[in-house]
């Protein structure tokens, strides 16, 4: 996530800080954007893979805006309004993991990780 939205997202802590709103708000440094859920993995090996396939991975550069907030847990979550462009590397980035997961299947005696059926 780049500093510059890291830097419009403050004013919008600081407004709900002023309106009495609490709680442990995320540091700058902590704030990220979920594009695929994949659950508690413990083995080294394939955490390395997971890294080295979203290093290599072309996010490009996508302009997001944001949409609202919602309750999620006892978190409050900033959702941004649908981006296609998006949408298709998050397909292409999910499809890139299943194509992995098979090949760990094939090549493991376990199966380690399982990605939730999309929504979609």
Excluded: A, C, Y
């Excluded at 847990?73 to 462009?85: K, M, P, S, W, Y």
């Amino acid at each position: 996530m780049s500093q510059s939205f890291k830097e419009k997202i403050l004013p919008i802590e600081k407004f709900m800080k002023s309106k009495g709103m609490t709680g442990s708000f995320v540091s700058s440094d902590h704030l990220h954007m979920t594009l695929v859920f994949l659950g508690n993995i413990e083995d080294e090996q394939i955490i390395h893979q997971l890294i080295s396939l979203v290093q290599n991975f072309d996010f490009g550069e996508v302009i997001l805006k944001p949409g609202l907030f919602e309750q999620w847990r006892d978190l409050l979550v900033l959702r941004f309004d649908e981006n296609r462009e998006l949408s298709i590397k998050v397909q292409n980035l999910k499809e890139q993991l299943k194509n992995m997961v098979l090949f760990l299947m094939i090549n493991h005696s376990r199966l380690i990780l399982r990605l939730p059926e999309s929504s979609d």
